[in-house]
Every structure is written in structure tokens, then in C-alpha cells.
């Protein structure tokens, strides 16, 4: 019930693509949904994060797309960039548990030029 | 700007030693937390603390203990390490329900 599947591994897009990951959960406790982004040789940083009473949540290129019934939520990126290219992290958690956040596996990002 | 720092970034250790990782965070979180990094298998939760004294297990605590002394404080200790915890050690901080942020990483090889 603890796990958030993310998909895909990698993913390698064009120059001014969407980049799509997506991400699904089985805990309904969880209320809250961020996306963590990490460069080589740094920890993740948090990117954008959401939570259940919207289905759709936009930070400049990055948008969160979330689906309660389904249980999935996803992350766009528009117009990408190379310097997009960094491994993305999806997470689910209770804000009401100490330990927090429950990470999917991972995803690979390489923008290409 | 909050800061969580790893004093060792990269790490090499024998067979059965007793290994120490330290993580220092500046912004009087409550919780702080170790995880493990590995290709494939994402962000790993190993130990958890929401108090000085306090910590919790995680998602693979075997191998594995912590401490926390003081409040910005949070120690791993590998009692007798082994080839298989050769992996990428990453700590964080955060307020009860809020961002967590999370230090550089420690690489630690085990041989």
C-alpha cells in the first residue's frame, strides 16, 4: 500500500517536445504529491507538487496533471529543454505522517539538442 | 536558503568495518531522514526521526542504525559494512508536513 510505481525508466525527447512521466499510487491516504528533480552529483530538489483538491496544477513549463478516481498523476514538461535533462522523482505522502514521503523508482531524462 | 550538508561526499570502506555518515541541517527541522539511492529502485527510506532521541524505521533498516543527539544532527552507522551497501547515502530535512530538502549525497563504496 506504501508504493507510487513511476514510469518510464527513461526517456529520451527532441528539443522542444512534452516530456510525459507518469506515476500511480494505492495508499488513498495520501494527500500529497511532489515531484522531486535531481542533477549528477546533486540531491533531488523539489520541482512542483500537488495536492487532491485540483486536478491540474502549472508552474511555468512543468504542470502536474492528478486523477483522485484513478490514482495517477503525472508530470508535463513543455517545450523541453537540455537543461531539463536530470533523473525526476515522483512521491506520494500523508501530511499528517512523520516519515512523510514514499518515492517511485525514477525516471531518466535526456533532452537532446 | 535551508542547507542540509553531508560532511563526507565520497566514501571508501573494507569489509566489516564500522562506517559513519554525519548530516548536518541549519534550519531547526523537526524530521530528518536517511535514504538509500540506487539505480532503478529510487529513494529508499532507511531511518527516520521526528525528535532528538526519536527515530523510526524505515522501508530497509537492517544493517543500518541511527542517532540523533542533537536537533540539526543525524547520524548513520553501518555497524559492519558490507559489499552490498555500496550505494548512494542521501539525507533530508523537513517541518511536519512540508518540503523536504535534502543534502549533496554520500557515496559510500564498500570492498
Known amino acids: 500500500q506504501q508504493q507510487v510505481k513511476q514510469s518510464p525508466q527513461s526517456l529520451i525527447v527532441q528539443k522542444g517536445g512534452i516530456s510525459i512521466i507518469n506515476c500511480a499510487y494505492e495508499?488513498?491516504?495520501?494527500?500529497?504529491f511532489p515531484w522531486y528533480q535531481q542533477f549528477p552529483g546533486k540531491g533531488p530538489a523539489l520541482l512542483i507538487a500537488?495536492?487532491?483538491?485540483?486536478s491540474e496544477k502549472k508552474e511555468g513549463r512543468f504542470t502536474i496533471s492528478f486523477n483522485k478516481s484513478a490514482k495517477q498523476f503525472s508530470l508535463h514538461i513543455m517545450d523541453s529543454q537540455p537543461g531539463d535533462s536530470a533523473t525526476y522523482f515522483c512521491?506520494?505522502?500523508?501530511?499528517?505522517?512523520?516519515?512523510?514521503?514514499?518515492f517511485g523508482s525514477g525516471t531518466q531524462l535526456t533532452v537532446l539538442p | 536558503d535551508v542547507k542540509v550538508t553531508q560532511s563526507s561526499r565520497y566514501l571508501v570502506k573494507r569489509t566489516g568495518e564500522k562506517v559513519f555518515l554525519e548530516c548536518v541541517q541549519d534550519?531547526?527541522?523537526?524530521?530528518m531522514f536517511w535514504y538509500r539511492q540506487d539505480p532503478g529502485l529510487g529513494l529508499r527510506l532507511i531511518y527516520f526521526?521526528?525528535?532528538?532521541?526519536?527515530?523510526e524505521k524505515g522501508d530497509i533498516p537492517e544493517g543500518y542504525s541511527v542517532s540523533r543527539e542533537k536537533k540539526e544532527r543525524f547520524s548513520l552507522i553501518l555497524e559492519s559494512a558490507s559489499t552490498n551497501q555500496t550505494s548512494m547515502y542521501l539525507c533530508?530535512?523537513?517541518?511536519?508536513?512540508?518540503?523536504?530538502?535534502f543534502g549533496e549525497g554520500s557515496w559510500l563504496t564498500v570492498v
Open positions: 533530508a530535512s523537513s517541518l511536519s508536513g512540508n518540503t523536504i530538502y
Open positions: 495508499n488513498t491516504a495520501f494527500d500529497y
Open positions: 500537488i495536492r487532491p483538491d485540483v
Open positions: 512521491a506520494a505522502g500523508s501530511s499528517g505522517s512523520a516519515r512523510q514521503l514514499t
Open positions: 534550519m531547526d527541522h523537526e524530521n
Open positions: 526521526s521526528y525528535d532528538v532521541k526519536m527515530k
